[in-house]
Nanobody, 119 residues
């Protein structure tokens, strides 16, 4: 089992920045990737960014060039630096961990943190 706890959300003006954190604990072996997703009101959850165990990163087109995902292996923490925020970035942001054990994939989710971009 992997436990994920997000923090860092809040209210920010358009053009502002926030940094989200995701602290992971529990059985951290065989985590192949961690990522961020978001869900806006009335919309489906969508993928935002991912970082693999090898350090490769990838981003949704909507956030590319504005968001950056990183990790601190010593702290078992993944970050999402969000710059140039837009009102359409408003959503609940969720941390995800993908664990691969004996060929079977296990998904873990945090409780989410609210990000609101508004003047």
């Amino acid at each position: 089992q992997v436990q994920l706890v997000e923090s860092g959300g809040g209210l920010v003006q358009p053009g502002g920045s926030l940094r989200l954190s995701c602290a992971a604990s529990g059985s951290m072996f065989s985590i192949v990737a961690m990522g961020w997703y978001r869900q806006a009101p009335g919309k489906q959850r969508e993928w935002v960014a991912i970082i693999t165990s090898g350090g490769s990163t990838n981003y949704a087109d909507s956030v590319k060039g504005r968001f950056a995902i990183s990790r601190d292996n010593a702290q078992n923490t993944v970050y999402l630096q969000m710059n140039s925020l837009k009102p359409e970035d408003t959503a609940v942001y969720y941390c995800n961990a993908d664990q691969l054990i004996f060929g079977r994939s296990y998904d873990y989710w945090g409780q989410g943190t609210q990000v609101t971009v508004s003047a």
